[in-house]
């Protein structure tokens, strides 16, 4: 996990700027990560996991501007970005800490992460995924954008040839696509229906992916009592 934290570190001013370059449906993968948070509340408790810059809950917090936020993330650079990003706003709270081993105390309505669980180890996943459906509320849900495995290696394979083909046409220089060549080394991820399968193992109800493209996954789970 140290060496995640010092290649995002290094990453953090640029984040931002290079997510589209490196996300060929930036647009869907956030867009449909918010419109399916939807609670009976219009000021929910939001925990953002692997929060980084803040991107993922600056989207969030469109819909639920009265929301209070927690972000969680190991890179103290990449959380200054996000102070940054939220100056002002006292109903952000930041937590620097390595989410799956944190003692979480409060009880939140919705638990989001975007592209950061791929980064677990598989048992540390299913971990996680018990631990959110612990510290959510009734009625709360959860949603993992994250980065999945091929189901066979001929569909990897396709997956990551297709990504790479729009990150190399993206506009980023070579210096900076072979640092995203090198953060994804650090990548551990999984076939979605084994998370699908965990997430249920966890108690979630109505577990469905909800959007896929290629690699690009928006995976979702439901408590109830």
Known sequence: ?????????????????????????????????????????????????????????????????????????MSEKMLEIAKNRFRGNLKVKYIEADYSKYDFEEKYD?????????HLEDEDKKELYKRSYSILK???????????????????????TIWRQYVENSGLTEEEIA??????????????????????EAGFRDVSCIYKYYQFAVMFGRKTV
């Not at 609670?39 to 996991?49: A, F, G, K, Q, R």
């Not at 919705?110 to 791929?118: E, G, K, P, Q």
């Not at 009734?138 to 394979?157: P, Q």
């Not at 640092?179 to 249920?200: H, P, V």
Request: negative net charge.
């Open 1 to 73: 996990m140290s060496e995640i934290k010092r290649k995002f570190d290094a990453v953090s001013g640029k984040y931002d700027e290079q997510r589209r370059k490196f996300i060929p449906c930036f647009d869907d993968f956030y867009g449909v990560s918010v419109s399916i948070a939807s609670v009976d509340t219009e000021n929910p408790d939001i925990l953002d996991l692997g929060a980084g810059t803040g991107l993922l809950s600056a989207f969030l917090m469109e819909k639920y501007p009265e929301a209070t936020f927690t972000l969680v993330d």
């Open 110 to 118: 919705i638990v989001v992460s975007a592209l950061s669980i791929h």
């Open 138 to 160: 009734e009625s709360g849900i959860f949603i993992n954008a994250d980065l999945v495995h091929g189901e066979t290696a001929f569909i990897e394979n396709l997956n990551k």
């Open 179 to 200: 640092a995203g060549y090198e953060r994804s080394k650090l990548d551990k991820d999984i076939e979605m229906n084994q998370q699908l399968n965990w997430l249920k």
